[in-house]
T-cell receptor, first 111, second 113 residues
């Protein structure tokens, strides 16, 4: 069974800082990896989807990388803003069309 | 979220009663999923569907059943609700895990008292 770990569990940074969120997984035979954002009491919003053949994806201030061989992905957020405060979830897609989720990193950006 | 709605948004029910949650999509996606989200556990897959009348179990399927009689609707039934099933339930849709990934609904908060 795929195990997905996200470190740190919580992170607090001042506005304007660049930051990196980490995701690791145990089974490197993945189809893809997806990063989500979840605001309190809300559903999940997809941020970036990386296919297994790709090394990274970028959207605005966000950049996600994937290293399948080491079982790691990072989400880089540039020039953080208070509106970036949320929980960020990593999900790994294996065979059988199932995603396995980490428990998330709770990010607080302090104005 | 556009294209996927869950109902109800909130529900309180008593132990031992059956409960049905509904997920409706307008995207004509083949795959639909039910997850539950609990503190410390992240999201865990309950059941999923890969077509009309085609369903399969996830890692936490005990006590739950599902049905999909139409492409657009995926129902999750708690046959006899227990307090351990108090959770937030999310529906998700996908063309396929190797394509565009997931789109999630807004969730149903279920409390079993």
């Amino acid at each position: 069974k795929q195990e997905v770990t996200q470190i740190p569990a919580a992170l607090s940074v001042p506005e304007g800082e660049n930051l990196v969120l980490n995701c690791s997984f145990t089974d490197s035979a993945i189809y893809n990896l997806q990063w989500f954002r979840q605001d309190p009491g809300k559903g999940l919003t997809s941020l970036l989807l990386i296919q297994s053949s790709q090394r990274e994806q970028t959207s605005g201030r966000l950049n996600a990388s994937l290293d399948k061989s080491s079982g790691r992905s990072t989400l880089y957020i540039a020039a953080s803003q208070p509106g970036d405060s949320a929980t960020y979830l990593c999900a790994v897609g294996n065979t059988g069309n199932q995603f396995y989720f980490g428990t998330g990193t709770s990010l607080t950006v302090i104005p | 979220d556009a294209g996927i709605t869950q109902s109800p948004r909130h529900k309180v029910t008593e132990t031992g009663t059956p409960v049905t949650l509904r997920c409706h999509q307008t995207e004509n996606h083949r795959y639909m999923y039910w997850y539950r989200q609990d503190p410390g556990h992240g999201l865990r897959l309950i059941h999923y569907s890969y077509g009309v009348k085609d369903t399969d179990k996830g890692e936490v399927s005990d006590g739950y059943s599902v049905s999909r009689s139409k492409t657009e609707d995926f129902l999750l039934t708690l046959e006899s609700a227990t307090s351990s099933q108090t959770s937030v339930y999310f529906c998700a849709i996908s063309k396929g895990a190797d394509e565009r990934g997931y789109t999630f609904g807004s969730g149903t908060r279920l409390t079993v008292v």
